[in-house]
């Protein structure tokens, strides 16, 4: 028999301990060891078999079992503790609160952050891969700095997918339902009682309602908007069904309702409980580009602006953050889906169907006609724009120049913010024990005792590192019997699971999402040898391996299942498994225990790739492919560089090459040196490894450092300009988006006519100043309205500059017929072959960057 509706009924805690109910209500406890220590005491066997959630630990709990805690006046006492703690945190100033107080011109009161998923604790399974735990990395750091963030999502009844094996190895999706009744979620409601409603449009005289649930992060709420509800058909009560789900028409309307209902839940959000509205708008990826469609819908509406200035106003105030090194990671839409959607009778008040499709379009050398691109959209509709390593702005510029035709690839306006990792939740509590033991604080970034590391004794470290190698051994034992059972083996089968892995093994961690370019399999490039690698009787290793495929892809799935076939052998599966369904949960294993984090993606195809920073925080050493993050940081001592077979078109040859450098580093550098022991067994050069870098690495990938980042070179700048634009008539608005009107209407009649230099001799030196005249023709344009630049740097033989630098020339006088004179003097700062041009950009206040409307007239 089967019920005809569920719910949870939550506990009704007593009076002495009811501050339970609050503590286990805010995700704080996710990555605050102390509150999950006073949850744990309750009862640690059930603690255990609850998976480490506090609310279903509280709903398990029965009237007598809490009335005997409220009984207990040392536990009593241990919650007010513990809450007044909590409150300290969500109300004492911090590293944000100083900042605002002294930055010039303002810091904003509010920041959106849009995601399509957030990966805050297995609780709350929101999340697939890296996108969406950066993005909850980013909220939890945002709260410990006291950043004014809001974050805004969608809830997916059954998030990603739980994974497992069936007996041959092949990936099987599961999708259990959520109860959002039993989550640390609760419900936004009118004051009447009901719940609070966001709904949008669909075609047919469709309606898409959504309820919107509220997640704690520490200060930081988190707006998760919920299509199942009553009032929707079914179509509409599937469209948050599951993350990354369904076709092309259910993802647009996914992405409408992240981008569009989630500012309507800002401003939900704001009359219920007068928060202020966000003077800046984050959008993490191009899945919620939609939300500028919804915010220049409401100034062209509310406030009377034309298009084209509410576009202003709202990219001023806009940042775009890409994730995706590769064209096939966006979503794409067809114009008619999009027309569909948007136009018609769909068509949005402000937003005319045609300048909305000219926002994705992709009328640029190498773009597609007919389709609709929502990172396109993203950078049209964001002033400022970064990709998450320095290697991945590089990748990203050159990706998206076609935006900017003109402009060297270096000058395209996207810039780069590293990725970071919040440390509370992935730095394993040994590691802080052992920080406070001899460092004397957990707090190692505010007591800025990185350079203090090689205080703590190294026989300390090495068997820190021994006992995470040990805990790592135990859960994947756990975990590769309850696969193997759910594989179809009987326990009578399972008594190698005993042996799994070795605690004095050399341990290596791969562990990530499995499309074809983080290629999972290269290390089975030459099994055989691997396979010597992993039985070598004085020096083996062992691999510790997991990943999801996503549901629609089988060449990601056919990976899988070689990598399990090859691990499934008798004769290596002591040192070799696949444990599957990685999830958040798992990786607090695998990262403190791993020796070294492997990853091997086709470069340059990795944007970031944090996973390695977690396992550095927690003593590991990575052995990567030099992209992402390892790109920029690698110094020779902290891990290793696989070598690249960069220009090899030959994808096989290519990996084969590769490989065969992974398979050299690990026998003759990596595995050496690991068991290299002087007479008390510790391995010197290793442990001098970790500590150098935990003292380098460790100030650098922390999200901290991140989140402060995009506070300074992009918020605050953001915040800014958007006041800058709308005042409370929107007149600087309106001003921009006449100049560009104007600009982009005359550039044609834009030239540089004549240049003229000098002031050096034949053999010209350093320190030398050079004087250049320029003669330029402007049309309809004043001088005013341009930057007329004298731009130097490094001549080759194809007379290309290279190492540019940029100056600007002094208007001098005008002539008839739109004609002026400009000039100025540099003096010649190096040597070497020297070349320099003139040309014309467009020049306001508004502007972000001279490149920022992609105009630009070379002599």
Not at 315 to 327: D, E, K, L, N, S
Not at 491 to 496: I, S, T, V
Request: hydrophobic fraction near 40%.
């Amino acid at each position: 028999m089967k019920a005809i509706r569920r719910f949870s009924v939550r506990t009704v805690l007593p009076e002495p301990i009811a501050a339970l109910g609050d503590l286990a209500s805010n995700l704080r406890w996710s990555w605050h060891a102390p509150t999950r220590d006073l949850f744990e005491q309750i009862d640690p066997q059930r603690w255990a078999k609850v998976r480490n959630d506090p609310v279903r630990l509280l709903s398990a709990l029965s009237p007598q079992e809490l009335a005997d805690l409220a009984a207990n006046p040392e536990f009593v006492s241990r919650v007010a503790t513990a809450k007044d703690d909590l409150d300290t945190y969500l109300t004492a100033p911090r590293w944000y609160q100083a900042w605002a107080e002294q930055v010039e011109g303002g810091a904003p009161r509010a920041i959106a952050y849009f995601s399509p998923e957030f990966g805050i604790t297995e609780v709350l399974p929101q999340y697939s891969g890296g996108l969406g735990i950066l993005a909850g990395d980013h909220l939890k750091t945002a709260s410990d700095l006291g950043v004014p963030i809001v974050g805004v999502g969608l809830f997916y009844k059954t998030g990603y997918f739980k994974q497992s094996l069936n007996r041959d190895g092949w990936q099987q999706e599961t999708y259990p339902v959520l109860d959002p009744d039993g989550l640390p979620i609760f419900l936004l409601r009118e004051a009447d009682g009901t719940p609070s409603v966001v709904t949008l449009d669909l075609p047919g005289g469709r309606e898409l309602h959504a309820h919107v649930w509220r997640a704690q992060i520490g200060r930081v709420p988190l707006l998760l908007l919920d299509s199942d509800v009553p009032e929707n058909d079914e179509a509409a009560r599937n469209v948050t069904n599951r993350l990354y789900g369904g076709g092309g028409e259910q993802r647009l309307q996914q992405e409408m309702l992240l981008g569009m209902g989630g500012v309507r839940a800002l401003r939900l959000w704001s009359r219920l409980t007068g928060a202020p509205a966000p003077d800046v708008y984050h959008t993490n990826e191009g899945h919620a580009g939609f939300l500028g469609v919804e915010r220049i819908h409401e100034l062209t509406t509310g406030q009377g602006l034309p298009f084209a200035a509410a576009l202003e106003a709202v990219r001023a105030a806009t940042v775009f953050t890409t994730h995706t090194p590769v064209p096939a990671g966006i979503d794409r839409f067809t114009t008619e889906l999009v027309e569909l959607h948007f136009g018609g009778e769909q068509a949005v008040d402000g937003v005319p169907v045609d300048r909305l499709l000219e926002l994705g379009a992709e009328d640029y050398p190498g773009g597609e006609a007919g389709i609709f691109n929502m990172a396109v959209m993203g950078l049209r509709l964001a002033q400022r724009a970064n990709g998450v390593s320095q290697l991945h702005g590089v990748v990203s510029r050159g990706m998206f120049d076609g935006l900017w035709p003109g402009f060297d690839d270096n000058e395209v306006p996207i810039t780069s913010i590293t990725n970071g990792v919040h440390a509370g939740t992935w730095v394993d509590p040994r590691v802080y024990e052992l920080a406070d033991k001899y460092l004397g604080t957990t707090d190692v970034e505010r007591e800025n005792a990185w350079e203090r590391i090689n205080e703590v004794p190294r026989d300390a470290i090495w068997s820190t590192k021994r006992d995470l190698r040990e805990q790592l051994v135990v859960e994947a034992r756990r975990r590769m019997r309850s696969s193997w059972k759910k594989r179809g083996a009987s326990p009578a089968e399972l008594g190698w699971v005993d042996d799994v892995l070795d605690p004095d093994v050399l341990t290596i961690g791969f562990a990530r999402r499995v499309p074809t370019y983080k290629r999972l399999t290269l290390m089975l490039r030459d099994p055989q040898r691997l396979k010597r690698l992993l039985l070598d009787p004085k020096r083996p290793i062992q691999l510790v391996i997991a990943g999801k495929s996503h549901p629609a892809d089988e060449t990601g799935k056919q990976l899988i299942q070689q990598m399990v076939r090859f691990a499934d052998d008798p004769e290596i599966r002591h040192r070799i498994v696949f444990l599957p369904n990685y999830d958040i949960a798992m990786a607090q294993y695998l990262y403190p225990g791993c020796d070294v984090w492997l990853n091997n993606p086709l470069r340059p195809f990795e944007a970031c790739g944090t996973s390695g920073m977690k396992a550095a925080l927690n003593g590991g050493l990575n052995l990567s492919i030099l992209d992402g993050w390892w790109d920029e940081w690698f110094d020779g001592e902290n891990g290793w560089a696989i070598p690249t077979a960069d220009g090899v078109e030959d994808p096989n040859r290519r990996d084969d090459l590769e490989a065969a450098a992974l398979y050299d580093l690990i026998e003759n550098s990596v595995a050496p040196r690991f068991y290299d022991r002087d007479a008390e067994g510790i391995p010197q050069n290793w442990v001098s490894m970790i500590t150098h870098t935990l003292s380098t690495l460790g100030p650098k990938v922390l999200a901290s450092r991140m989140v402060r980042d995009y506070t300074t070179t992009l918020y605050g700048p953001a915040a800014r300009a958007g006041w800058a634009l709308n005042g409370s008539t929107f007149d600087g608005a309106r001003e921009l988006a006449a100049y560009k009107a104007r600009v982009r209407a005359a550039w044609d009649g834009v030239v540089v006519d004549h240049v003229e230099s000098s002031g050096v001799s034949d053999s010209p030196q350093v320190g030398e100043t050079l004087h250049v005249r320029a003669y330029v023709s402007l049309g309809e344009l004043s001088p005013d309205d341009v930057d007329v630049q004298v731009v130097h740097g490094l001549a080759h033989d194809s007379d290309d500059l290279s190492d540019v630098e940029s100056e600007s020339l002094d208007f001098v006088e005008s002539y008839e017929g739109g004609r002026h004179q400009f000039a100025g003097d540099f003096a010649l700062a190096r040597t070497g072959s020297f070349g320099y041009t003139v040309r014309i950009l467009p020049r306001h206040a508004g502007l972000a960057s001279p490149s920022e409307l992609g105009l630009v007239a070379n002599a």
